[in-house]
Each structure stands twice: as structure tokens, then as C-alpha cells.
């Protein structure tokens, strides 16, 4: 791959978190055909300039879980585990691997870089997070209730959602609020094995 194309792709790149997508490539390439458009993508992927990550999305070597999950699906938000772990409310979880919470069907994404699993939320539970450089992310009490949740439904975890998860630097008052917007069954779930 020719040295200004690759110089082209990482420039965009960088200023997009380090993901593109088709559209994008499209206009740092604008005015040559699809088929020489979709030479140089085979080109710099070949050349581990991007990778795929799914049809469509390109990222670089280096970018993040979290920015490819952002650009897959802007409306999804990184939750659970991934979260907890990076506020050091539980222990480590799989370094290449990332959850996020989204509204519709359950998808999980494999690349290079590593695993992103979306999962599927209602749209009454589709709250309590933070926008960032253009990646939502959970609170650390959402996350939280994220995992409560997820388990209650019969997810299993890295970690073991009742006695691995140190709940001292929660907020109560935050979790109660966000706990009414839970069914009645949930919450008495919640309030049997969880004392906050």
C-alpha cells in the first residue's frame, strides 16, 4: 500500500477514535471507483493497517474495544464487568473481551482486537449512563445492576456476582432510584442477596 494512502487512512482514523467505516474510506478517497476504494481497503487490511472488524467497519490496530463498540452501535453503552473492573469494584475480568448494553437482539462481534458482546435491554431499563470522546459508558451503580440483572435472567460472569463485587464505594441512594424502575420480581431478587 502506497505510504500517502496509508498516511490518509491513519489521519482519518486517529480523528475517529481510530475506527472508519465505508462511508468514511469513501471520502478520504473521494473521486476513485468503488473497485480501486475497495482495492486499497484489501491492501491496508493485507498490510495490517486496519483490521475488519465487521463488513463496513475498519479499525487500527490500536483502537480500543470500547471505540469499535461506539462506532458498531453509537446508542449501545459499555456496562457490566467492563465497567466494574475498570472502577476496581471487582476483579479482573478478560482483557480482550468488553460488554455493552443495548436496545434489540443480542449480537457479539469477534476481530483482531478482540470480543464485543452487545446484550439486550428493554427500553424502560435503557439509562443510567455517561457520554465521553463519543463512548457511553455505564455508572458504576447501573453496571452494577447491569450485572445483578443479567444474572437474575441466568447469565454466567468471569467473576461470581455475589461475593465478588465490593459494593462499599456504590451509592445506595443512587441504586434505590434506578432499582424502581425494575419489576417487582427483580428488585426482590435483588434485595434477598444484595444488602445496600
Not at 435503557?126 to 450485572?147: M, P, R
Not at 451509592?171 to 444488602?195: C, E, M, N, Q
Request: with cysteine; glycine share 6%; proline share 4%.
Amino acid at each position: 500500500m502506497k505510504s500517502i494512502d496509508v498516511k490518509n487512512i491513519e489521519k482519518w482514523a486517529s480523528e475517529l477514535n481510530g475506527v472508519i467505516t465505508l462511508p468514511d474510506l469513501k471520502v478520504v478517497f473521494s473521486g476513485q471507483s468503488e473497485a480501486a476504494l475497495f482495492k486499497k481497503l484489501e491492501s491496508a487490511v493485507k498490510d495490517h493497517v486496519l483490521i475488519k472488524v465487521k463488513r463496513g467497519i475498519y479499525a487500527l490496530p490500536e483502537a480500543t474495544l470500547e471505540a469499535i463498540s461506539a462506532r458498531i452501535n453509537p446508542d449501545s453503552y459499555i456496562s457490566t464487568g467492563t465497567v466494574l473492573a475498570s472502577k476496581a469494584i471487582t476483579g479482573s475480568i478478560p482483557a480482550r473481551r468488553i460488554q455493552a448494553v443495548k436496545i434489540g437482539r443480542p449480537r457479539v462481534y469477534e476481530c483482531e482486537t478482540g470480543i464485543i458482546e452487545h446484550l439486550s435491554i428493554s427500553p424502560d431499563l435503557y439509562f443510567g449512563f455517561e457520554s465521553a470522546n463519543g463512548i457511553q459508558s455505564a455508572t458504576a451503580e447501573k453496571a452494577f445492576l447491569d450485572v445483578c440483572y443479567y444474572y437474575y435472567k441466568g447469565r454466567t460472569f468471569s467473576f461470581d456476582p455475589e461475593s465478588d463485587i465490593n459494593t462499599g464505594g456504590l451509592k445506595p441512594d443512587v441504586i434505590a432510584g434506578y432499582l424502581s424502575k425494575y419489576d417487582r420480581r427483580f428488585v426482590t431478587f435483588f434485595r434477598r442477596i444484595w444488602k445496600i
